[in-house]
């Protein structure tokens, strides 16, 4: 690359990053839900098959039976919609006799190949689906019966109807391909053949011949299919076409390397092939450029070249949808992902225009500025072909001259470019991959809003929102939380939603998990921590964070998803800007000298956090300053060694959105170095008069220590109070045994602490502070 390109290329780069903010708070997730926590609250459940793991592959979510159907290897499911998991049916489809035999001789993996992985499900009619497998390399259709809505949980499958899926399902279970169902016809985007070199785009099934792409590199150049939607042109169903959304090396890029461009692909629907020119082949194919980039300095745009993921929103216009796409960079300067949404007009603008052109191998793409033949290759016969003077009601009525045009000018000269002319989301420098995208169209109080949920490769699906405050160049993304659906860092290769049930649906080879939307009792009992949720599907009713329903009469209800401002929102609420008195309290003891830690973890990761402490005697509050002796860590203060001059009351408070709360109200006790000496050195003498050697607990085998050992740390407690004694117990085993020893002892499962509190155990500190002090440094 040149000097001069690549200077271009890493200030474009750096301008993305100043651009999105990549330090900025609302970049991370202000609420994080563990695996377990998703479970313990009920907003997950999942699926994992009857042999412990599913091996998934498809899904099709059924609303009209209240069913959901999973594809897996050598077998498929059918589950009831309503989370309970009671009434699962099962059907065990291998590949054929033999062929799992002859897919290893060809060299293909026996564990992860050569198996029948359902990879399609579609509904056929009202009482079957139709499903493919790879069937080891041999790809097989079959049609499953599911019976009428509200009939008898039926599912079963007829060994005698199953036929050839050539065409229809790829012969590799991991290679990417793209179907959707109309008509009671299959349209299919894959590589048709064993050794995944004939991309096609292909037709099959119904009474109609098959119809496929030309065997032509300008057509369809390694292509990564994504997606396939029927998208209508207006209320004239013979202008009705497919959509195919995918990746592919480009042939426009002058010689640049093999580049990476994003496409829109399109035929119509009532495609029939040529007469003489294109026979059974498409005649109406045309594809052009998606671009989604973010500028920089200099006229340098950050491109995101690679698609990773479609979804369409739907309008009440159904000919108008918007469609969401997910897309990632293959840029060398960072790892970056991006969404852009793009508008059928914008996309029927560029198909509607000029062709791109190429005379030979020297000279540069340029628009087609010759004449184009009638009817315009890509057009679909229909009302406005088919004039009194020109008879064109199927496309092999069209001239010859219109196909070989087709054929030769596949692509189109100008590109779709976002909504805006730039993304809507960007993020960058993730610690996974963003791979799965659905969209929720959303009322809430102050206005309509979009819900994203992104499926990431580490099994976590992150809930974001844009914010449009006027200009577009200030948008803000809230990112409101990140579920961890999978307990392992598994990638989510699958995502549907549900918005009758309120439900996502989420994929992995793992399994298959049902989450819901929302559940707005996790962000907190009081208002303003409802309000700072800014979860639009969620709002204070005046008790309690409840879901927002639109149509409610309801008159107390308090949201504010714009601006997140609970001083605003709940002023009534016994709220105050600055409630000292709020949050929990607690009694830490600390012994001279040695580290101590206050804890502190707010619920929202994107608010900051500022200690206060208030001396004794005295009622005025000042901050905390940190130094090398005293850190503030993520999850509270540490003081590496503590003085008889840090006594006093410490006040944890957050800020967020302009609004300080306090967090947590810690009153701090110093006990003096002199006070614990004279404990540790006196004597004590047993009965006989003999000396007691005072030592740990761990100085005997015995899992107790005896009465003679026990008092002298009990003598600790005369200074502190006796309640919980049992607890002191543990914390000195834990302070002076090795983990021999205390295995040796007793295995009593003891929370890490840096502080002894009276009543409640302080928090683990981190790997990083547990590396950086020393064992004789814990507080004794």
Sequence with gaps: MPPLTAARCLL????????????????????????RDLLSTNRSTIFIGHRGFLDFRSLYVDEYRDRIFIGGRDVLYSLRLDQSQTDVKEINWPPAAGQREECIMKGKDPVTECANYIRLLHPFNRTHLLACGTGAFHPVCAFIYVGHRGEQHVFTLDPGNVESGRGKCPHDPNRPFASTFIGGELYTGLTADFLGRDPVIFRSLG???????????????????????????????????????????????????????????????????????????????????????????????????????????????????????????????????????????????????????????????????????????????????????????????????????????????????????????????????????????????????????????????????????????????????????????????????????????????????????????????ACAECCLARDPYCAWDGNSCTRFQPL??????????????????????????????????????????????????????????????????????????????????????????IFRLDTGTYYCKTLEHGFVQTVTKITLEVIESDQLSDIFHRGEHDEDGALIQRGPPCSVPHHRPSHGQKAWFKEIMQLIGYANLQRVDEYCERVWCNDKQRKKNKPTKIRNSLSTEGGKKGRAKTSGERSRIPRQATNT
């Design 207 to 525: 009474s109609r011949m098959s119809l496929r792409t030309d065997t032509d590199q300008r057509l369809l150049h390694d292509p990564r299919f994504l997606s396939a939607h029927l998208i209508p042109d207006n209320d004239d169903r013979d202008n009705d076409k497919v959509y195919f959304f995918f990746t592919e090396k480009a042939t426009e890029s002058e010689g640049k390397g093999p580049a990476v461009y994003s496409r829109v692909g399109r035929v119509c629907a009532n495609d029939a092939g040529g007469q003489r020119v294109l026979v059974h082949k498409w005649s109406t194919f045309n594809k052009a450029r998606l671009v989604c980039s973010v500028p920089g300095p200099g006229g340098g745009d950050t491109e995101f070249n690679e698609l990773e993921d479609v979804f369409l929103l739907q309008t009440k216009d159904e000919s108008n949808p918007e469609v969401y796409a997910l897309f990632s960079t293959t840029s060398n300067v960072f790892q970056g992902y991006a969404v852009c949404v793009y508008r059928m007009a914008d996309i029927w603008e560029v198909f509607n225009g000029p062709y791109a052109h190429k005379d030979g191998p020297n000279h540069q793409w340029a628009a087609y500025e010759g004449k184009v033949p009638y009817p315009r290759p890509g057009v679909c016969p229909s009302k406005i072909t088919n004039q009194p003077s020109r008879q064109y009601r199927s496309t092999k009525d069209y001239p010859d001259e219109v196909l070989h045009f087709a054929r030769a000018h596949p692509l189109m000269y100008r590109s779709v470019h976002p909504l805006n002319g730039k993304p809507l989301l960007v993020k960058t420098n993730l610690p996974y991959r963003l791979q799965q995208l659905v969209v929720d169209r959303v009322e809430a109080e102050d206005g309509q809003y979009d819900v994203m949920f992104i499926g990431t490769d580490s099994g976590s699906v992150l809930k974001v929102i844009a914010l449009q405050k006027g200009n577009f160049v200030d948008a803000e993304e809230v990112t409101l939380e990140e579920m961890q659906v999978f307990k392992g860092p598994i990638p989510i290769t699958a995502m549907e939603i549900s918005v009758k049930r309120q439900t996502l649906f989420v994929g992995s080879r793992a399994g298959v998990a049902q989450v819901k939307l929302h559940h707005c009792e996790t962000y907190g009992t």
């Design 552 to 641: 409610s009469k309801r008159r107390f209800r308090r949201q504010d998803i714009r601006n997140g401002n609970p001083a605003h929102q709940c002023l009534d609420q016994n709220l105050t800007h600055d409630d000292s008195d709020g949050g929990e309290e607690k009694l830490i003891y600390g012994a001279e000298l040695n580290s101590t830690f206050l804890e502190c973890v707010p619920k929202s990761p994107q608010a900051a956090v500022k200690w206060f402490v208030q001396r004794p005697n005295n009622d005025r509050k000042e901050e905390v300053k940190t130094d090398e002796r005293i850190l503030k860590t993520e999850q509270g203060l540490l003081f590496r060694r």
């Design 12 to 35: 474009a780069a750096l301008g993305c990053l100043l651009a999105v903010g990549v330090s900025s708070k609302g970049n991370v997730p202000r609420l994080r839900l563990s695996h």
